[in-house]
Structure formats: structure tokens, C-alpha cells
């Protein structure tokens, strides 16, 4: 299972747009890449996921580089809701594996 | 509504006692899975289940086990508990093809006393 790389920590002030990396350097062709958030007290939620192309919904924008081995989760304006663990994971196409989380990387929003 | 729902969230139990935590859900999704999370190890399977009577092992198995007789259900079953089995427990489940999204139940706290 291809593992990915998240940074720890981040802050960000709100209604300010968040930038959150994610390293999968050992990525394969068929993998999606998939975001999730947990916020406190709470189990984790979809985000957002893609597989080559840029990704927008109603929560956030998926940013993947060209040669797939990074990708950026992008809130465009911050609230102190987003506040959570965001964890990125990559995903087969038949989705039929063992999946591998991580610690994630927890988000603080400064008022 | 679509839903993972499991049962109970909340269990206090001592060593050695059998217990089940029970997962279900209402998507008719082929890929089912469990997960236990502890403070500074985030989320960790256990075992995942591609389809009905097709199970395997996560990164974290031992002490625990899982039957799918059923597509909707996916309980784990711990036949003697112990303390380090004391943990936050999540279900999910997902449609297994085009990587479809994980749902995630609400948890379940566990205690081994």
C-alpha cells in the first residue's frame, strides 16, 4: 500500500485561504488520491478526491501536481469550523485494499 | 439517510469478557472496514472486507476478528479483550470500484479494564 506524508501542524488565520500538502512519491498510475477531515469528537468526513485532474466541490479544491506525486488541499476562506485533522490517503481504482491513514495534519484556525 | 451505524458507541468491559461491536450500513456498498485510533497514531485498520465472506487483515489485526455474512454488516468481534485493546473504533464502508468516498461511522469508545 503506497503511503503518503503529511506535515504535523499547521495554523492558518481565518477567512484566509489554507494550503494543506501532501507527499506520495511512490503514487501508481491507478491510485486516486482522497482527502478526509476529523473534526473533534467526531469520525472522519469525505472532502474531496481526484486522480489526475484539479478537483473542485462546495467544501475545497484538490490541487495534484503533474508528475502526481504531491497534491495540495486547498479551503479557499477559513473558518474556525475547519479546524479539524485532515488526512490524505490514496486509494486503488477498485478500492478493495488495506488503507493507510496516518497521523494526519492537524489545522488550527486563529480568529 | 445514508448511514454507517454502529453499536454501542460507548462500552466499558473487563479483561477476557467476549464482546462484539456491531457496524451496518445502508449504501449496499461492496467495501466495508474497521479502524481503531489512539492519541498520537491516528487511524489504524484492522481488518477490511472486499465483499461478502471475503475479509482480510489491516495493519493492526491481532486481538481481534471479523466476519461478512451479510453485505450490510461488518462486526468485529474481540474474544479476549485486554487493556491495550482500549481504543476509539471506527467502521467505514465505500463502493469498491472508481475509489468511491468512505462513509465513517460515529465511533465507538472502548474500555478494557
Known amino acids: 500500500d503506497a503511503k503518503t506524508t503529511q506535515p504535523n501542524s499547521m495554523e492558518s488565520n481565518e477567512e484566509e485561504p489554507v494550503h494543506l500538502p501532501c507527499n506520495h512519491s511512490?503514487?501508481?498510475?491507478?491510485?486516486?488520491i482522497h482527502w478526509y477531515r476529523q473534526l473533534p469528537s467526531q469520525g472522519p468526513e469525505y472532502v474531496i478526491h481526484?486522480?489526475?485532474s484539479n478537483v473542485n466541490n462546495r467544501m475545497a479544491s484538490l490541487a495534484i501536481a503533474e508528475d502526481r506525486k504531491s497534491s495540495t488541499l486547498i479551503l479557499h476562506r477559513a473558518t474556525l469550523r475547519d479546524a479539524a485533522v485532515y488526512y490524505c490517503?490514496?486509494?486503488?481504482?477498485?478500492?478493495?485494499?488495506?488503507?493507510?491513514f496516518g497521523t494526519g495534519t492537524r489545522l488550527t484556525i486563529i480568529p | 439517510e445514508a448511514q454507517v451505524t454502529q453499536n454501542p458507541r460507548y462500552l466499558i468491559t473487563v479483561t477476557g469478557k467476549k464482546l462484539t461491536v456491531t457496524c451496518s450500513q445502508n449504501?449496499?456498498?461492496?467495501?466495508m472496514s474497521w479502524y481503531r485510533q489512539d492519541p498520537g497514531l491516528g487511524l489504524r485498520q484492522i481488518y477490511y472486507?472486499?465483499?461478502?465472506?471475503?475479509?482480510d487483515k489491516g495493519d493492526v489485526p491481532e486481538g481481534y476478528k471479523v466476519s461478512r455474512k451479510e453485505k450490510r454488516n461488518f462486526p468485529l468481534i474481540l474474544e479476549s479483550p485486554s487493556p491495550n485493546q482500549t481504543s476509539l473504533y471506527f467502521c467505514?464502508?465505500?463502493?469498491?470500484?472508481?475509489?468511491?468516498?468512505?462513509?465513517f461511522g460515529e465511533g465507538s469508545r472502548l474500555t478494557v479494564l
Open positions: 511512490t503514487i501508481s498510475g491507478t491510485d486516486y
Open positions: 472486507s472486499m465483499n461478502v465472506e471475503v475479509t
Open positions: 467505514a464502508s465505500s463502493f469498491g470500484e472508481s475509489a468511491g468516498e468512505l462513509f
Open positions: 449504501m449496499n456498498h461492496e467495501y
Open positions: 481526484g486522480l489526475t
Open positions: 490517503i490514496l486509494r486503488q481504482h477498485f478500492g478493495n485494499e488495506k488503507l493507510t
